[in-house]
């Protein structure tokens, strides 16, 4: 949404953070570092075990820990998404991580692969693709779902 529009008064400028609860802070670092992101800086005033990870100069993604995570354990949070680039490399990395992945391919006018999986404690991740980006290996499925 740009400056421009505004909604009783005040704007929306773009999304600041996700935010995943995790029974593994090791983990879930790992996890999120093998998609690119890195950690950075949490302010030490927030309390409890936590992690921010960072896409450049920005936190994106924060993690607290919990010694008991809900039975389910997605939450309200359906998915968070990322724009990328490299999806043979991303597939084969889950294949060699033994992450389970499925995958779309949206018709035109968005001509966008959408992949999908879940973090260690079952967030539901999405990179998005180009649509250039050539079809992966044994792709038949349309712009149906392909899984990995």
Known sequence: MNAGARTQGFALRGMDHFTVITADNAKTQAFY????????????DLGGTGLWLYMGDKPILHVIQKKEL??????????????????HAVIAMLKEKNVPWRMRR???????????????FGANVELDFDGTEPAPEGWS??????TG
């Not at 570092?33 to 030490?44: A, D, N």
């Not at 949206?106 to 260690?120: A, E, H, I, S, T």
């Not at 499925?141 to 392909?146: L, M």
């Open 33 to 44: 570092e093998m998609i690119g992101l890195r950690v950075g800086p949490r302010p030490p």
């Open 106 to 120: 949206l018709n035109d006018p968005f001509g966008v692969w959408q992949m999908f999986f879940k973090d260690p």
């Open 141 to 146: 499925h349309g712009n149906g779902w392909g």
């Open 70 to 87: 809900p039975d389910d354990t997605a939450g309200l949070l359906d998915h968070m998404a990322f724009r990328a680039t490299g999806m």
